[in-house]
T-cell receptor
Framework: EPEVTQTPSHQVTQMGQEVILRCVPI?????FYWYRQILGQKVEFLVS????????KSEIFDDQFSVERPDGSNFTLKIRSTKLEDSAMYFC???????????????FGSGTRLTVV | GQNIDQPTEMTATEGAIVQINCTYQTSGFNGLFWYQQHAGEAPTFLSY??LDGLEEKGRFSSFLSRSKGYSYLLLKELQMKDSASYLCAVMDSNYQLIWGAGTKLIIKP
């Protein structure tokens, strides 16, 4: 069964450093998402991406965050200057037909656990 | 504001049936999802309801009442592997998923 792949599985970084989280969505999917989940808390939407541009973003997704699809397969989330409160699981997800026909749900990657120290 | 409410934790016995409720208040409605999430893992899709009524899929069923802003996930013949958090999520008028905090289901032998 096709999978969304995320790397690394766990990253530890010092406060103020930049991190790049990587995702390889399912190959025929067109819509890509980043979510985060602080330990023990709700899943929170960060950003959705379609046709090489951001389609929606949440209040959490401020100027410290950016997303990119540098080639045909990777989808990255960059945090420019990490803060302690950025420590969370970051999940990438992709969907085949996008927001307006969500019957199939989204396929989530296994996540990257980011720890900012 | 937008709100999804579900119980924090439930306990059930292996082989039994459990119903996990979810109530929602959102700006618009484009469907309700149930996801299963094992600790430290990604959510996995269980069901999607957009019309009123019951959707059955094996041991799992999901029910929706749009007029009441209410859904439930019904799990039958519980197995130990069903111990997980169950997340209710509603797609609002902007097609964004609004997530509940999840219900931790503990299965006892």
């Amino acid at each position: 069964e096709p999978e969304v792949t995320q790397t690394p599985s766990h990253q530890v970084t010092q406060m103020g450093q930049e991190v790049i989280l990587r995702c390889v969505p399912i190959s025929n999917h067109l819509y890509f998402y980043w979510y985060r989940q602080i330990l023990g808390q709700k899943v929170e939407f960060l950003v959705s991406f379609y046709n090489n541009e951001i389609s929606e973003k949440s209040e959490i997704f401020d100027d410290q965050f950016s997303v990119e699809r540098p080639d045909g397969s990777n989808f990255t989330l960059k945090i420019r200057s990490t803060k302690l409160e950025d420590s969370a699981m970051y999940f990438c997800a992709s969907s085949e037909v996008g927001d307006r026909t969500p019957n199939y749900g989204y396929t989530f990657g296994s996540g990257t656990r980011l720890t900012v120290v | 504001g937008q709100n999804i409410d579900q119980p924090t934790e439930m306990t059930a016995t292996e082989g039994a049936i459990v119903q996990i409720n979810c109530t929602y208040q959102t700006s618009g409605f484009n469907g309700l999802f149930w996801y299963q999430q094992h600790a430290g893992e990604a959510p996995t899709f269980l069901s999607y309801n957009v019309l009123d009524g019951l959707e059955e899929k094996g041991r799992f069923s999901s029910f929706l009442s749009r007029s009441k802003g209410y859904s439930y996930l019904l799990l039958k013949e519980l197995q130990m592997k069903d111990s997980a958090s169950y997340l209710c999520a509603v797609m609002d008028s902007n097609y964004q998923l609004i997530w509940g905090a999840g219900t931790k289901l503990i299965i006892k032998p």
